[in-house]
């Protein structure tokens, strides 16, 4: 697609939800095809930029990107499991759907690939933001419709490091999800449903390293999981004040859903640990910018500031390291 631009991965490029699409020659299908959709993007479409930000983890078994420039994932859509394959074909975006959630994910197709984002809407003030626009026009905000698919894996980033929540994430989807359907049966799966989640023994959340907090958490918000869907046909601010009646879901975890939920292009992060020293030290030096100072020099992107903070980590400026990593914990190893 236009506007293609991959520079080398980076800790801050991942964070900003870049996933390098290769390019080359779709292999051919072993598999009886599925449901098919084609949809003409109205501008530059980015695939690997617009679904990066669903993917948790290169090991995520609900996302993958291929070598034949395809992205694949499989969600649990209100109808039922589903797997869906996106790809480029000149100037349009091709869909193939596969199991009883499909019919649900092809018709959402479009607002997924950023259909109900307006790129056009945003302003850079800063000389580092418009460069970084310039060299991602495909960035567009997806728009997933789904709740809970965000929610949950949000909670398990709670505190902790992101392979720590990767590893839980994948542990606890490979083992209480369903198999995926489709051509790719066995090799990716569908997140487990409010009731499988509500269903797992708390030695199992301490197998996959969850303390108690992010477990009580997800279990409070499975079992409200249909109040929580509803959400979806809220504003994001509405929807966000929904998602924060559930204890333990705070404007963090609110706005990291919201994002991929309602593709919400002003729902910025705060209460971040490295995201405001990162936005302070790209738009004004100041490697130690809290919250209050990162809303304040995000302000003039009032309505776009997410897609204003995701411009920023995807421009690669952040402050070198001062201290070491912080240490991976395992609490299943206790």
């Keep these: ?30 598999a009886a095809a599925g449901r098919v959709r084609s949809w003409a993007p109205d501008g530059a479409l980015d695939l690997g930029l617009v679904l990066g930000p669903l993917r948790r983890g290169p090991g995520d ?8 420039g395809s992205v694949w994932r499989a969600s649990l859509t209100p109808v039922g499991p589903g797997t869906l394959r996106v790809s480029a074909h000149g100037s349009e975006v091709r869909g193939e ?8 994910l092809l018709e959402r197709l479009p ?19 418009a460069v970084a626009q310039h060299r991602r026009p495909g960035l567009r905000l997806t728009r997933t419709g789904l709740v809970l698919e965000s929610l949950i894996p949000s909670v398990l980033e709670q505190k902790v490091t992101t392979d720590e929540a990767y ?39 301490h197998r996959a390293g969850v303390d108690d907090k992010r477990a009580s958490t997800i279990l409070r918000a499975v079992r409200v999981a249909a109040r929580l869907e509803q959400a979806v046909s809220m504003s994001a601010e509405d929807a966000r004040a929904r998602l924060e009646v559930v204890p333990g879901v705070g404007p963090w975890t609110s706005a990291e859903t919201v994002q991929r939920s309602h593709g919400a292009a002003d729902a910025v992060t705060v209460g971040d640990l490295h995201l405001p020293g990162i936005v302070g030290w790209a738009l004004a030096g100041d490697r130690d910018a809290d919250d209050s100072v990162m ?40």
Excluded: C, N
């Excluded at 490979?174 to 569908?190: D, E, L, N, Q």
């Design 167 to 205: 590893r839980a994430w994948r542990l606890l989807v490979r083992k209480f999800g369903v198999s995926a359907p489709g051509p790719v049966g066995g090799r990716m799966w569908v997140m487990p449903a409010p009731r499988a989640w509500a269903l797992i023994p708390s030695w199992e959340w």
């Design 61 to 68: 078994p609900t996302f993958r990107a291929m070598a034949d």
């Design 295 to 334: 809303l304040s020099l995000l302000e003039p992107y009032a309505g776009q500031r997410h897609r204003a903070a995701r411009l920023i980590l995807l421009s690669g400026r952040t402050p070198a390291r001062r201290a070491p990593k912080m240490p991976r914990g395992d609490i299943g190893a206790l």
């Design 111 to 129: 607002e997924m690939l950023g259909a109900a984002d307006d790129p056009g809407a945003f302003v850079p003030r800063h000389r580092l933001v």
């Design 1 to 30: 697609m236009a506007g293609r631009f991959a520079p080398r991965p980076t800790r801050t490029t991942v964070r900003g939800g870049d996933v390098v699409v290769p390019g080359g020659v779709p292999r051919q299908a072993s």
């Design 97 to 104: 759907a596969w199991g009883p959630g499909a019919e649900w």
